[in-house]
């Protein structure tokens, strides 16, 4: 299932306004067109994938964190 550009516009607009943060971006995947990047600052966050259920849409962020980087 494809993210539209229009999709990843209104993700990205959300995004900005639930976090306060002006620097959360939205970037199209190379190979994959059912999901797209989260970028803070141009560093990769992680990945939205888009689904549909039972005629329900939702958006699903997943982001994963290194126990490494829980130290700095």
């Known amino acids: 299932m494809n993210i539209s550009a229009q999709e990843a516009s209104r993700l990205q607009s959300y995004l900005q306004k639930k976090f306060g ?26 990945i939205i994938y888009k689904d549909e259920d039972e005629g329900e849409l939702s958006y699903d962020f997943n982001m994963a964190i290194l126990d490494m980087d829980l130290n700095g």
């Open 21 to 46: 943060n002006p620097s959360l971006t939205i970037r199209a995947r190379e190979r994959n067109s059912d999901s797209v990047e989260v970028l803070l600052n141009g560093e990769f966050l992680g």
